[in-house]
């Protein structure tokens, strides 16, 4: 699939009260400033790279913020730096406010050919609970606009679990965006990260059970619509899963560049720091040491519904690849088939392993 290349567009209108990523609002200068450093960097690690790029996503923050001139430019640089193959998954990053026909016009012309679109809800008391400035129909307009621009691979996200969700409301906002007939749909249970306003103001969370109720009942629910389930918290039409997430998921490699990005690049790991100031200035990343060993594998592969194979292991460890997959599947078989799913050659969560699977996965591999 070719190394993944990731962009961290650290820019937002404005911080959501759940979101833990790293963004700052946008000032002109500033964010010009980004890009050009963010070009310095493409051009220094392109100058080294000698293998193909299948998959570049645009992350943040927001970045259709910084505007379809200044993406274009960041993609231009993808191009001239690195060996793009001919099919590479483009993907960016928008909410849908802020947008217009035009802008995706724009996007589609640079030769951006996949959208990602923060939806979240279709009910309007939980977008102002999550502090969305559109509603529903924003979304739809949005998604039309793409649409008439040429974009052929859109995906929505959701978010479950909110407080005082009920599985009706959350049959509502998964009617609504399946039938703009998005080609993947992501769906995330909310989690209240430490230091974001929602972890100052107490909220109640529905009970784990009712929890669970809602990512069992997304999980059936959008498979009847024809969205099949290929990871924890992803759904997609048969052949729209996301490349560029399947690098991580794989434990493939992929270069971050953008303060907060993080990078599996030559065999080492590595990340910027959450500081945008420093990365104007030209501080390096800081090293995390080697990765893609056997557990790693494992653990990042078992996210998948696919699961964990065994021959893979083997083409990537030989011998103690096998040694690794007859110890997950051994230790595998101590727990019921609700959990996880036991074949000859591979070993995968159920729908209900998946709520459990950090616990489970520290058991599995420990």
């Known amino acids: 699939m070719g190394l993944g290349l990731y962009i961290h567009v650290p820019f937002c209108e404005g911080k959501c009260p759940y979101c833990d990523f790293y963004s700052l609002a946008p000032k002109a200068e500033t964010v010009d400033k980004y890009v050009e450093r963010t070009l310095e960097l493409m051009a220094w690690y392109g100058a080294d790279c000698a293998r193909e790029v299948g998959t570049v996503y645009f992350g943040g923050g927001t970045p259709s913020i910084i505007g ?18 001919r099919d590479a998954e483009i993907t960016c990053e928008a909410n849908p406010t802020g947008v217009s026909e035009g802008f995706f016009r724009q996007l589609s012309a640079a030769g951006f050919n996949r959208l990602s679109m923060g939806m979240q809800s279709a009910n309007t008391e939980e ?32 978010m479950l679990a909110l407080p005082g969700s009920t599985i009706e409301s959350l049959e509502r906002s998964i009617s609504f965006a399946a039938g703009l007939f998005p080609e993947h749909i ?9 230091g974001t306003p929602f972890a100052s103001r107490g909220l109640i969370l529905p009970e784990d059970d009712s929890t669970a109720d809602q990512y069992l009942f997304t999980v059936e629910r959008l498979r ?16 729209f899963e996301s490349k560029h997430n399947l690098c991580y998921w794989r434990c ?16 080492r790991r590595f990340h910027w720091g959450r500081d945008l100031s420093a990365y104007l200035r030209g501080e390096g990343p800081a090293e995390d040491g080697p990765g893609g060993g056997t557990g790693e594998f494992a ?43 036991i074949c000859p050659d591979r070993v995968s969560f159920t729908p209900k392993g998946f709520l459990v699977s950090n616990a489970l996965l520290s058991r599995l591999l420990d």
């Not at 102002?128 to 052929?152: C, I």
């Not at 009847?224 to 052949?239: D, K, M, T, V």
């Open 127 to 158: 977008l102002r609970l999550l502090g969305r400035k559109h509603g529903p129909e924003g979304v739809r307009q949005a998604v039309e606009g793409a649409r008439t621009a040429g974009f052929k691979n859109i995906s929505l996200d959701l």
């Open 224 to 239: 009847e619509l024809g969205y099949a389930q290929y990871e924890i918290s992803n759904f997609s039409r048969p052949g």
């Open 186 to 194: 992501s769906a995330y249970i909310l989690k209240i990260e430490p």
């Open 299 to 341: 653990m990042l592969n078992l996210r998948l519904s696919r699961g964990l194979m065994e021959s893979e292991c083997a083409d990537r460890f030989g011998e103690e690849g096998r040694e690794l997959f007859a110890l997950v599947r051994g230790r595998a078989a101590r727990y019921p088939n609700t959990l996880l799913s």
């Open 252 to 267: 493939d490699e992929y270069l971050g560049l953008g303060p907060a990005a993080h990078s599996f690049y030559n065999g």
């Open 68 to 85: 379809a001139e200044r993406l274009e430019r960041l993609l231009e640089g993808a191009k001239r730096y690195f060996h793009l193959v």
